[in-house]
């Protein structure tokens, strides 16, 4: 089983950027497949990047161009950088991580459904202004 453990975030203005953190142990992050969402308190959580074992990614319209996911096998560490945000950014966001039912995550195998996974972090706090 993987924890993950998300930092950064926090106040920033509109247009400023930031660098999230999911620091994962238990588990290497690079045989997962991951995710970063988030949530605010009037919509359901939702996908802003997914990204398979192999690398390969999914962003939402919403953030294409802005966002980058990136993953440090080494530091066992899932990134999102965030650049040109927006207020409609902010949110509490969340990484999340979850293998298939073979124990694995195959190239293509990036989900957009929060219940699809099962390992969350505690989520950290982003507020645009």
């Known amino acids: 089983h993987v924890q993950l453990v998300e930092s950064g975030g926090g106040s920033v203005q509109t247009g400023g950027s930031t660098k999230l953190s999911c620091a994962a142990s238990?588990?290497?992050?690079?045989?997962?497949?991951m995710g970063w969402f988030r949530q605010t308190p009037a919509n359901e959580r939702e996908s802003v990047i997914t990204?398979?074992?192999?690398?390969?990614?999914t962003y939402a319209d919403s953030v294409k161009g802005r966002f980058t996911i990136s993953r440090d096998n080494a530091k066992n560490t899932l990134y999102l950088q965030m650049d040109s945000l927006k207020p409609e950014d902010t949110g509490m966001y969340y990484c999340?991580?979850?293998?298939?039912?073979?124990?694995?995550?195959?190239?293509?195998?990036?989900?957009?459904?929060?219940?699809?996974?099962?390992?969350w972090g505690q989520g950290t706090q982003v507020t645009v202004s």
């Open positions: 990204i398979d074992a192999a690398g390969t990614t």
């Open positions: 999340a991580a979850d293998l298939n039912q073979f124990g694995a995550c195959a190239r293509g195998e990036r989900w957009s459904s929060p219940s699809r996974y099962g390992y």
């Open positions: 238990g588990s290497a992050t690079s045989r997962y497949c």
